[in-house]
């Protein structure tokens, strides 16, 4: 099955450490997104990638930094330098040559920082 | 991108139709209506999209007003997996850079 996978689903580390999450995709998709969701809240773009070793600053990237290596791939590093990082991530993508702005998501993971 | 606004929340039973709209005054002539749906604590879901012409999908039917101020999601038989919060997007579907901006939502309870 083609789809997004993200790991672990739920992360638990202590402030002031750096922590990567995964994000994985077999869909054949150029463009890949992070974004971040608070409770009760929309989602808020941190960073996207449009193709390969090419990645902008989405709304809220402070923080936060990506590494577009492989077509497959989008890890995204919540850095110590992040004031807020408990909160749920979630990686989605899409085929820019499609025609509408379908956005598929994986899972999410959920992180918690104390 | 158009601001949308949709009501907080809404409740519905089970085997009736819910009818979810969304406000986007603002929208310009190339900003097409997405919605998304988001079941607890899992990442959204695509539904349907459209521009000026109702569309309909084997998930929802969507309703857009002749002067495209307006829309309305149609699940014409909600079960209790429909619970979820239901997202309207307004954004044009040009360019690589296009961002969906994603508001609060309308969190839909169906009820037994």
């Known amino acids: 099955d083609g789809g997004i996978t993200q790991s672990p689903k739920y992360l638990f580390r202590k402030e002031g450490q750096n922590v990567t999450l995964s994000c994985e995709q077999n869909?054949?998709?150029?463009?890949m997104y992070w974004y971040r969701q608070d409770p009760g809240q929309g989602l808020r773009l941190i960073y996207y990638?449009?193709?390969?070793?090419?990645?902008q600053k989405g709304d809220i990237a402070e923080g936060y930094s990506v590494s577009r290596e492989k077509k497959e791939s989008f890890p995204l590093t919540v850095t110590s330098a992040q004031k807020n990082p408990t909160a749920f991530y979630l990686c989605?993508?899409?085929?820019?040559?499609?025609?509408?702005?379908?956005?598929?998501f994986g899972p999410g993971t959920r992180l918690t920082v104390t | 991108d158009a601001k949308t606004t949709q009501p907080p929340s809404m409740d519905c039973a089970e085997g009736r139709a819910a009818n979810l709209p969304c406000n986007h005054s603002t929208i310009s002539g190339n900003e097409y209506v997405y919605w998304y749906r988001q079941i607890h604590s899992q990442g959204p879901q695509y539904i349907i999209h459209g521009l000026k012409n109702n569309e309909t999908n084997e998930m929802a039917s969507l309703i857009i007003t002749e002067d495209r101020k307006s829309s309305t999601l149609i699940l014409p038989h909600a079960t209790l997996r429909d619970t979820a919060v239901y997202y309207c997007i307004a954004s044009a579907n040009a360019g690589n850079n296009r961002k969906l901006i994603w508001g609060l939502g309308t969190s839909l309870a169906v009820n037994p």
């Open positions: 989605a993508s899409r085929d820019p040559a499609g025609s509408h702005y379908e956005q598929y």
């Open positions: 869909l054949n998709h150029d463009a």
């Open positions: 990638s449009q193709i390969v070793n090419d990645f």
